[in-house]
């Protein structure tokens, strides 16, 4: 095998060298080096195109292809140790994800904490055997073979379901052996800091009808400063995470009885919604949008009609039985845009009611499976701000724009605007069963939002097969305090749903039109934000968004009338305002009130009422002294009518 380098020197090398091993041999301490060129069966495990002249840039652990490759190997020395200490347990799936790995297993044997502190030993013994990891590959007929005789169903299930065509390569180290595509690192001892972090359920191909399997979560790092900060943002995420926390502070819960991803707004969170919402619909209107109200559920005519039904089906919550001749099916709405096209063929159109803009805080249903429910950040009912805009094609720009500049508000409002990330979604031509329309009307409007992106000078990413089946989107993407990633707010061009609901209008010169459909949301999902709002702030939201802005203290029972009367002025000038006048200990009561994240508690003892003032604690500065009534007011006011934010 011969490598042509960039300064045009030849050097042969013997066929299956690892990249680090032809590093190596250029200089020991070589961290990152470019090869080029006709390489002839070289493997590229730690190699990463980076040039269309065929460079090649070693990996490390600073890419993300090194820390995957790095972290699939740990996945692999997870899975030999439980094989080694659990000999019966079957093997599933392995892969590295974005902040560690994770393994599937089938055994009888529940896994337990102690389980995980015995396994890391047993790992970190396989890490101290220096395991050479090599690459074989076998024929189809051999490899499923060879997975019977080691007693591995899920990987001969696998192996039946990959391409006639496919490769189908292990991995080796030791006595262990898993059916892999790679990369791996060349040896168990290069892979260090390893750190197995909790168990949980997983069906086997993410399908509930499928097996339950044992599913255990680890990281790795290549130093041990970086997986001691990795752990303690670990439990810094914990205790933000609004599963726990927003039933801490009651803004929410969920009942078995009631369903799985139904939660329950009890009143401090049902306020915050109503907040977000009432703010949300008001600029909306400043923005030039006009309310509709429309059915929770329709038809299946409806859905057929803007091909949910096709291609949303498994999606939806059904009523009625298609088999049953002249019985009517319904089925509860998804989203709103098939209705507020209705709502647009209500008359007749021209080109003067273009652009027109449609806003609705709608109650969506998703059938989400059972596995994918988290907290209020995915549930099967939830809230949105959805709003869809019909308009002319030399509008969609100006348009497209506006809807980003409306959801940048409302980012930067509730102080989201730093943690998210913006997706350019893309239809995928491999998988056109998925989507409607033409390659040439495909590529004609992605070809248009690019560009509307890239004049916008919108920092994104492109990425395929993630387009709503009728056109493009741009997804406005964020993190929740585990890592997971979720769409937060979408702007779509839709250049296919008008066409087929009839939608038309009449141009200047008297023809009929399409519209260009754009579906947006503004804020997106409330509960989602509700969910996100409470990791970020910890609980302790702003004060405009904060379900109780003030508690008033009472020192003892002689303060009584004074604090119910300091209760109600600030009620009068619009404050949400809760009172305690229990007779406990003032120090009990703002401690309560500071777990209760209240951004502000007023103090009324006698002196307070002699001199007529307010003594006045901030649950973030502390004791912030002594002020007039009305000075307090003045100020809380001004951070709730500018929306500041921590």
Same mark, same amino acid.
């Given at each position: ?14 066929? &299956? ?23 002839? %069966? ?52 392995? =892969? ?6 994770? !393994? ?7 896994? +337990? ?5 015995? +396994? ?48 189908? @390569? ?29 168990? $949980? ?29 990795? *752990?303690?943002? *670990? ?62 559920? $329709? ?20 009523? %009625? ?9 319904? $089925? ?57 805009? $019909? ?73 395929? &097969? ?16 585990? %890592? ?30 399409? =519209? ?22 910890? &609980? ?23 604090? +119910? ?17 229990? @007779?406990?200990?003032?120090?009990? #009561? ?9 951004? !502000? ?5 006698? #002196? ?13 500065? %502390? ?6 009534l009305a000075d307090f007011i003045e100020k809380i006011k001004e951070e709730i009518d500018t929306k500041a934010h921590d």
């Amino acid at each position: 095998m011969n490598i042509t380098f960039p300064d045009g020197s030849v050097r042969q090398y013997k066929d &299956g060298l690892t990249a680090l091993e032809i590093a190596e041999s250029i200089s020991p301490r070589l961290k990152k080096a470019t090869l080029a060129a006709e390489i002839d %069966g070289v493997r590229k495990d730690a190699f990463s195109p980076i040039n269309n002249d065929h460079s090649l840039r070693l990996l490390t652990f600073d890419d993300e292809g090194g820390r995957l490759t790095y972290r699939h190997t740990a996945s692999h020395m997870l899975a030999q140790a439980v094989k080694r200490l659990y000999p019966n347990a079957k093997l599933a799936i392995g =892969p590295a994800i974005e902040n560690g790995f994770y !393994y599937d297993f089938d055994t009888e044997h529940s896994f +337990i904490p102690s389980d995980l502190e015995a +396994i890391e030993k047993e790992i970190n013994k396989i890490a101290s055997e220096d395991l050479k990891i090599e690459r074989f590959e076998l024929p189809r007929n051999e490899a499923i073979e060879y997975m019977r005789k080691l007693d591995e169903p899920y990987k001969v299930e696998l192996i039946e379901d990959l391409p006639e065509d496919a490769v189908i @390569s292990f991995y080796r180290q030791g006595e262990f052996v898993d059916l892999c595509a790679g990369p791996h690192v060349e040896s168990t001892s290069k892979v260090k800091n390893i750190k197995l972090m909790q168990v $949980a359920g997983a069906y086997w191909r993410g399908s509930e009808k499928n097996k339950m399997l044992q599913r255990i979560y680890g990281t790795a790092f290549q130093k041990k400063e970086e997986l001691d900060d990795y *752990i303690s943002r *670990i439990e810094e995420a914990k205790k933000r995470d609004h599963n726990k926390l927003g039933r801490e502070l009651e803004l929410f819960t969920t009942v078995d009885i009631i369903g799985q991803g139904l939660p329950i707004l009890l009143p401090k969170g049902a306020r915050v919604i109503q907040l977000l919402q009432r703010f949300v619909e008001d600029e909306e209107q400043k923005r030039g949008y006009q309310l509709t109200k429309t059915p929770f559920f $329709a038809k299946s005519d409806l859905y057929k009609i803007s091909g949910h039904w096709y291609h949303y089906r498994d999606g939806m919550f059904v009523m %009625g039985d298609e088999k049953e001749e002249g019985a009517e099916v319904f $089925a509860l709405r998804p989203m709103t845009c098939p209705f507020q096209f209705m709502a647009y063929l209500n008359r007749s159109r021209s080109y003067r009611d273009l652009p027109l803009r449609y806003n609705e805080t709608s109650t969506l249903f998703r059938n989400e499976s059972s596995g994918e429910m988290h907290g209020l950040i995915r549930v099967r009912q939830f809230t949105i701000s959805e709003g869809h805009i $019909a308009c002319a094609p030399d509008q969609v720009e100006d348009e497209f724009k506006g809807c980003l500049d409306l959801a940048n508000f409302m980012l930067e409002t509730l102080g989201f605007d730093t943690d998210v990330s913006y997706q350019f979604s893309k239809w995928d031509e491999n998988n056109k069963e998925k989507y409607i329309g033409s390659k040439e009307s495909w590529e004609k409007t992605q070809d248009m939002m690019r560009n509307i992106l890239n004049d916008l000078k919108v920092d994104y990413i492109e990425k395929d &097969g993630e387009a709503a089946f009728y056109g493009p989107k741009l997804d406005i993407q964020i993190k929740n305090v585990h %890592g997971k990633e979720d769409t937060l707010i979408t702007i779509q061009i839709d250049f296919q749903l008008a066409e087929r609901f009839g939608m038309t209008y009449t141009d200047s010169s008297g023809e009929k039109q399409y =519209p260009i459909v754009l579906h947006r949301t503004s804020i997106g999902c409330y509960e989602r934000t509700l969910a996100l709002l409470i990791e970020k702030y910890a &609980g302790a939201l702003p004060v405009w968004l904060s379900p109780v802005q003030v508690k008033v203290l009472a020192m003892t029972d002689r303060n009584h009338n004074k604090t +119910i009367e300091i209760k109600t002025e600030l009620e009068k000038r619009g404050i949400r305002t809760e009172s305690d006048l229990r @007779s406990e200990k003032i120090g009990f #009561k703002i401690r309560e009130a500071q777990m209760q994240k209240v951004p !502000y508690m007023l103090i009324i003892g006698d #002196k307070e009422e002699e001199n007529n003032v307010v003594a006045v604690r901030s649950r973030k500065a %502390g004791d912030i002294g002594v002020m007039p009534l009305a000075d307090f007011i003045e100020k809380i006011k001004e951070e709730i009518d500018t929306k500041a934010h921590d």
